[in-house]
């Protein structure tokens, strides 16, 4: 499965961005889905993943009550809504995917995932 982010900008502080992850070559209902994000200087962190069917999700400590992912399997997209950014959400984020056929099971860990996108950059201004 490919995979492409988007959505990605600038924006100041206490706004929103909504990211968008298209997956081409392999219908996602299958995969469960992440986002990960990459400052200058940082390692690549945790920011959400959906289970396959969508009705398991989990974020990252920071993220929690900010941030929400949701999918589309029909249109085999996924979505990262990010609200209140602050200066410390600027990064490159990624959608990743790991094909594990169970509904309910959703990735915390980076090394889990087998196919990862380009990422979109997100810069928040303070």
């Known amino acids: 499965v490919q995979l492409q982010a988007s959505g990605g900008g600038l924006v100041q502080a206490g706004g929103s961005l909504r990211l968008s992850c298209v997956a081409s070559?392999?219908?996602?209902?299958?995969?469960?889905m992440g986002w990960f994000r990459q400052a200058p200087g940082k390692e690549r962190e945790f920011v959400a993943a959906?289970?396959?069917?969508?009705?398991?999700?989990t974020y990252g400590i920071s993220m929690k009550g900010r941030f929400t992912i949701a999918r589309d399997n029909a249109k085999n997209t996924v979505y990262l809504q990010m609200n209140s950014l602050n200066a410390e959400d600027t990064a490159v984020y990624y959608c990743a995917a790991d094909l594990v056929g169970q509904p309910m099971v959703a990735r915390r860990v980076l090394g889990e995932y087998d196919y990862w996108g380009r990422g979109t950059q997100v810069t928040v201004s303070s």
């Open positions: 070559g392999d219908t996602i209902s299958n995969y469960a």
């Open positions: 959906a289970s396959p069917s969508g009705s398991y999700t």
